[in-house]
């Protein structure tokens, strides 16, 4: 789960998307991890090679930069290897509130003055914390990008908040979870799904946390987690846009060289999660469900491991697009689900494979089950065409293009490969290896960790329901 | 306050290293051009816009039809909602899965709908598929069939989101908000329909609405991305020259432009007693809008709710923790717009928002924005619009809101201009007109018993309808207690 620190407009006007205006949103739906083709008609879709540039100072922050110039802005981002699943004890939520109260002053900067430094001028700025990293993201007018560059570096030196601004932010906080959670009629769905499945994993605490975990939290805890994680060896920063390399590297040296590397090491993350030796059920309750849901869920391999690029294959021929298997047969023929989706939720650890969907007005969980699962199971025993696969391809190629569009999507891509996967050059590379994706090689994952492994089936019901 | 500063502590370990203490300057800024899109009519009328842009090669491509939801006849809302999300459901020639299967082949979603004032299909191509997918677009808009098995399942599939919107307390609220603005008028309906309106709609509505108002001399086709002029109105004309109006169909009037609702109550609460949050919509009708009127009207949004630190963002969420988004917004209804500022907050806050709500609109009107804040707000809208032109999608977007409120295309140009020349006076000037309290709508949708006691102080004709009687499809519907 990806929580930010503002709002879309689309979340803020989920109301008025509702008036069945389609917007770019829709566009191809697919995972943003890329694709291009195999042999045939998709030979003609390579995306082109980022020619990323990649420096290590001394003090260990990695540095990453894209040159283009198609117009005059540029991103700059800081991903700091650390997330919910670093939150401490007790205090669940913890990581996501911290990249909160980033915005909240520093030595040098009041709180706020990063907005000054973005919006006022033009551009803009957001952060997400996930289970495994937290990502600072802003875009400015390039001529701003020395100013955000000491900024950035400001705030990881130099962190300050006191007692009043770390209360206001923790109550925005606690209103964002009333609002994901609590109103949004599956947000407690979607949140438990991602969660309580884990055994003993830390992924089993969320991101969230809860209104009585963030209560626990503190302004001693922020200097603790600050002084642990916001270091600069465990920091990416992602440049890309409408700069000068040269004049880059000598700001990124003045304002990034001084930042100490602390002596303490980071501290290593709990990752055991058991295997799965049984099936289970878990049923929740709800004062606001308009439609049950169901969810069946299997661990999956971490992002980085050599299945995952045939599980995207194959969440992605389950329930990318209208035309997809899941789409085409609960909701159009059989009309038992009103969506039906089949994601791979891959983690820097065991990650989930989750089949959900939405039950249509009438139809019991049950059935919603049996079907989505015959779906999957079909995949599994049957292969794929030639044209099916192309298509799936296509679609995941096209939205990798959408994204890099843009300074901002193009240094997210670059920041989840390097972050996430580790490796800077996933950014290329993983396009390679969804386009050598077969059908066989999507049989083969469904059954190893789908149908010949254990699950947690969900169910989701209105308070009162005797389904 | 002061104490508190008093109590700043210092985080970081490495803190001393950092020796720059004040944010360094910027360079000189380096402007972005936006070329005007180029123009030209086919002969059978259909405007065809081509705006060009480099770096990806990718092109979206849109089928405007310059009416919708506005046409909507009295109780079948969602009426032109239905007959555009069923254009992809099924032509003379393929069945809607196959419609779907070809144009994801193609790497695309074809998406289409409707809202005020605009019909639409478009599709997001990389560009040596841009030929198969027009003729995509061309199938859906020109040779649908509406089976009735199709209607039937969309029908179910909208009634069924329907119960998920009505359980989402920002939901309720903006629709119930546009309902008090507007009353019976054809801009006050929900757009996608209403449980009760939905089972209305027949086959023969679809096929009369699709006759009246999917013809070339109504239409402009935007064609936005890695495309030249010349190829993209050669494409037009091999998929769309044949294109004709249906014999003997006049296109439909437009219907008078919104207005106020006379009388009614001024402030609703639909009581969701399961609601995690209330939903707070307060909305204001504004008149049609032209030229340098609209760009005050649009800095005068960006100062109220345009972005994290407008106005409301900072009594709201910033200064006292009470939401974690609060946005304003103008929602076109043709050359009109109606002003929204939408927030969710505990139910418990309601009263204590509503109040902010209405003293920063009162303030904008009392008093000039302060020439700081009026720059930082028109550079964070000028921001805004400049990235949403730089992907193909967002910049056939940008032209779509241009011709779908009867303004021209070459208005992507001047745009930032226009918005840098808005003064505080413009501003004031246009609060002052507009904004006053008699205009301003109140929808809460939330726990009514725990804000409804605290909100009747305020509003003493504020009407409570529970969320399950709620019926959006008449104004009536908002008149009992």
Known sequence: ?467 | MKLAALLTLLVAATASAQTFDTPPPPAAPRPLTIAAPVEQVLANGLRVIVAPRDGVPLVTAMLVVLSGSELDPPQLSGLASMTAGLLTQGTRRRTGPEIAAAAEALGGTLDSGAGWGQSLVSITVTTPRLGAALGLVAEVAREPTFAPAELDRLRKQTLDALKVSYADPGTMASLTAARLAYGSGAWGHPASGTPASLPRIRQADLVALHRATFRPDRAVLILAGDIGAERGVALANAHFGSWAPAAGVAAPLPPAPPTLAPGGPTVAIVDMPAAGQAGVVLALPLPPRQGAERAAADVLDAVLGGGYSSRLSQEVRIKRGLSYAVYSRIEPRGKSGLFQAALQTKNESTAEVVSLLQAEIDRIMQAPVAADELASRKLSLIGGFSRTVETTAGLASAIRSLVTTERSPAELKTRIATIEAVGPADVQRYAAAHFGAAGRRLAIAGVADRFAGALRAEAPGLVVVAQPQLDLERAEGLRRE
């Open chain 1, 1 to 467: 789960m990806t929580l930010s620190r503002l709002a879309t407009f689309a979340l803020a006007f989920a109301a008025l998307a509702s008036a069945a205006l389609p917007g770019p949103a829709h566009a191809a739906a697919a995972s943003s991890a890329g694709a291009t083709a195999s042999a045939s008609a998709t030979d003609t879709l390579q995306v082109p090679r980022i020619a990323y540039r990649q420096r290590k100072l001394a003090n260990g922050l990695t540095v990453l930069s894209v040159e283009s110039h198609g117009s005059p802005t540029v991103s700059v981002q800081v991903w700091y290897h650390v997330g919910g699943a670093d939150d401490p004890e007790g205090k669940s939520g913890f990581a996501h509130l911290f990249e909160h109260i980033m915005f909240k002053g520093s030595k040098h900067m009041k709180s706020e003055q990063f907005d000054r430094l973005t919006e006022d001028v033009g551009g803009e700025n957001n952060a997400s914390t996930t289970e495994d990293v937290t990502a600072y993201q802003a875009v400015v007018p390039s001529n701003h990008l020395e100013t955000l560059l000491w900024a950035e570096a400001e705030r990881l030196a130099n962190l300050r908040v006191d007692e009043a601004n770390f209360h206001s932010e923790r109550a925005v906080v606690q209103e964002e979870y009333r609002q994901r959670i609590l109103a949004s009629p599956y947000g407690l769905f979607f949140e438990t799904v991602s969660t309580r499945p884990y055994l003993r994993h830390p992924y089993r605490r969320g991101v969230i946390g809860s209104i009585e975990n963030l209560d626990a939290a503190s302004v001693t805890d922020v200097v603790a987690f600050h002084d642990t994680y916001y270091r600069p060896d465990n920091a990416t920063l992602i440049v890309t846009g409408d700069f000068e390399p040269r004049q880059l590297d000598a700001w990124v040296d003045k304002y990034f060289g001084p930042i100490a590397r602390p002596q303490a090491p980071m501290p290593p993350r709990q990752t055991a999660e058991p295997a799965w030796t049984a099936d289970r059920t878990i049923t929740v309750k709800a004062p606001n469900v308009p439609l049950p849901a169901v969810a069946t869920v299997w661990l999956a391999p971490p992002v980085t491991d050599a299945d995952a690029p045939a599980l995207q294959v194959a969440a992605a021929l389950l329930s990318a697009g209208e035309s997809s298997r899941l789409n085409q047969a609960l909701v159009y023929r059989q009309q038992i689900a009103t969506q039906a989706s089949f994601s791979t939720d891959l983690r820097a650890g065991p990650g989930l494979l989750i089949a959900s969907a939405i039950a249509a007005g009438g139809k019991s969980p049950a059935a919603v089950r049996s079907a989505l699962l015959a779906e999957v199971k079909r995949l599994a025993s049957r292969p794929a065409s030639r044209a099916e696969l192309d298509k799936v391809k296509t679609l995941l190629l096209t939205a990798a293009f959408s994204t890099r569009q843009t300074p901002l999507g193009l240094a997210a891509a670059i920041g989840d490969a390097a972050v996430l996967g580790g490796n800077p050059e996933r950014v290329n590379t993983d396009l390679d290896d969804l386009r050598r994706v077969s059908a066989a090689d999507v049989q083969r994952v469904l059954r190893r960790y789908v149908t010949g492994a254990h699950s947690v089936a969900l169910d989701y019901l209105a308070e009162g329901s005797t389904q």
